[in-house]
């Protein structure tokens, strides 16, 4: 399926190809716990943005591997370049226009990420 998908404010634009039936991760680490990220871990290619790269910032910290995004208008973070997959990009469910009608949500250990990665590293290959 092709996912519409926007921050807030509408301008920031994007599109993602997913299943059906969401797989996401709900995160405990503080960045996502703060945000309500809910992550949909997909390989890059099955991303396009549509609208909006002049209105992106970047936030990073720590390693700086993970490349926060977000809008400069409205501040949200409809998705990012997670430290789990640098390769891939992670999706925030909540920013999704139409809200997936089959949905799982998996309960992850970000707070301990080091020893819960490989839990999720799998998630950005295409298959």
């Known amino acids: 399926m092709i996912y519409q ?6 301008a920031i634009r994007f599109e993602v190809e997913a299943p059906a039936h969401i797989e996401a991760d709900r995160c405990n680490c503080s960045i996502c716990t703060k945000s309500g990220f809910l992550h949909l871990i997909v390989p890059l290619s099955h991303f396009r943005l549509l609208s909006g790269e002049d209105n992106i910032t970047t936030y990073q910290f ?3 591997i993970a490349k926060h995004t977000f809008c400069k208008t409205c501040g949200i973070k409809p998705f990012y370049t997670p430290r789990s997959n640098p390769d891939g990009i992670g999706i ?3 920013c999704l226009d139409t809200f997936p009608t089959s949905l ?9 990420w080091e020893a819960n990665v490989h839990k999720v590293q799998h998630k950005s290959r295409d298959n």
Do not use: A, K, L, Y
Not at 5 to 10: E, L, R, T, Y
Not at 104 to 112: K, S
């Open 62 to 64: 720590n390693t700086g």
């Open 5 to 10: 998908g926007s921050c807030h404010c509408g």
């Open 104 to 112: 799982t949500i998996t309960d992850f250990d970000g707070q301990n």
């Open 92 to 94: 925030n469910v909540h």
